[in-house]
């Protein structure tokens, strides 16, 4: 995942608009005064153009580090709880070998449901991270789409 930082992107639009007036000031010489005032409230305006172009850019990056933190959180939920349903599930296998009595029926059955609830919790984090995944997505081309 590369992508610019926002000093980055805002040092070469600053530049490319300090270059352009640079480069349109020394082609055309100004021969009124009027003239120079008006390519100077340009530059201004240009320059607020700037800072509002950075500020909207701030505004996607720091969208964006959020969705990553919580597409980090769901993956992690989502490891939590395939460890838990091994967990389970191993300790399911050693107490059906340890015990052969009539209570080990109601045990496995219990922690069948608890294996069962885990994988659907499992299913729906997994979905809440494909979702997370598209708002990413579609961060990322909004903010390139800005740039």
Known sequence: ??????????????????????????????????????DKSLLIVNNE??????????????DYLAAEARVAKAEQRIQELESKIETDTQLTVEESIKKS??????????LSITNKSLVLQLSQEQD???LMMVEMQ????ESAASI
Request: cysteine-free.
């Open 49 to 62: 153009k700037v800072e509002t172009l950075q500020k909207a850019l701030q505004a996607k990056e720091s």
């Open 128 to 130: 809440k991270l494909r």
């Open 1 to 38: 995942m590369e992508y610019f930082n926002t000093t980055t992107i805002t040092s070469m639009a600053a530049g490319a608009v300090i270059g352009a007036y640079l480069v349109y000031s020394h082609m055309i010489e100004p021969q009124h005064t009027q003239t120079k005032e008006v």
């Open 101 to 110: 009595d009539p209570q080990m029926e109601a045990k496995l059955e219990s």
């Open 138 to 141: 579609a961060l990322k081309d």
